[in-house]
T-cell receptor, first 113, second 115 residues
Framework: DAGITQSPRHKVTETGTPVTLRCHQT?????MYWYRQDPGHGLRLIHY???????DKGEVSDGYSVSRSKTEDFLLTLESATSSQTSVYFC????????????FGNGTRLTVT | GDSVTQMEGPVTLSEEAFLTINCTYT??????LFWYVQYPGEGLQLLLK?????DKGSNKGFEATYRKETTSFHLEKGSVQVSDSAVYFC??????????????FGKGTHLIIQP
């Protein structure tokens, strides 16, 4: 398995509170991604990073921000959590080639009450 | 924009049956195509891939052929086992920006194999 660790694995939080999810990789891959998985929607891209301090928005970026200060760490922050952000969040990494597959972490299940 | 369409299921089969999960796509350029599998409580794992037309990806008895003329990448297995029960995702990378902006996924097909 690719060396990807997501933390925490589970979190319950209240509406309006800030939440940060962490993704840590040991593969030294350039690209990192945050996806959310919801029934009926499959996986949708939130944000991605193509290098340290280089990030861009994905399909469903509203309400989320990211930071990448080191190659190995990619943080996803919900500034003020809402119930619509209850989901399973997956981090993924890939090498610097167009046909490179993504390697996924085991996910963080977030519940916003 | 890019899109991937696949049956959502659940698809229920008996052990040793033949499996087909259909996947069609819309993309600009010449995408690479992937099948991922997700077991309960886990992340997605790459099952197979194909990077150009007529390529066949294969792994663990599963196969899929990149058909540019029909924009399809159907997943097949000749004899399924109970352990194949999982959710299967078809995905594409259109290669724009060197693949930096990730993959576009279908909604997933839940496969249930009964003994």
């Amino acid at each position: 398995d690719a060396g990807i660790t997501q933390s925490p694995r589970h979190k319950v939080t209240e509406t309006g509170t800030p939440v940060t999810l962490r993704c840590h990789q040991t593969e030294n891959h350039r690209y990192m991604y945050w996806y959310r998985q919801d029934p009926g929607h499959g996986l949708r891209l939130i944000h991605y990073s193509y290098g340290v301090k280089d990030t861009d928005k994905g399909e469903v970026s509203d309400g989320y921000s990211v930071s990448r200060s080191k190659t190995e760490d990619f943080l996803l922050t919900l500034e003020s959590a809402t119930s619509s952000q209850t989901s399973v969040y997956f981090c993924a990494i890939s090498e610097s080639r167009p046909d490179s597959p993504l390697h996924f972490g085991n996910g963080t299940r977030l519940t916003v009450t | 924009g890019d899109s991937v369409t696949q049956m959502e299921g659940p698809v229920t089969l008996s052990e040793e049956a033949f499996l087909t999960i259909n996947c069609t796509y819309t993309a600009t350029g010449y995408p690479s195509l992937f099948w991922y599998v997700q077991y309960p409580g886990e992340g997605l794992q790459l099952l197979l891939k194909a990077t150009k037309a007529d390529d066949k990806g294969s792994n663990k008895g599963f196969e899929a052929t990149y058909r540019k003329e029909t924009t399809s990448f159907h997943l097949e297995k000749g004899s399924v086992q109970v352990s194949d029960s999982a959710v299967y995702f078809c995905a594409l990378s259109d290669g724009v920006r060197g693949g930096a902006d990730g993959l576009t996924f279908g909604k997933g097909t839940h496969l249930i194999i009964q003994p």
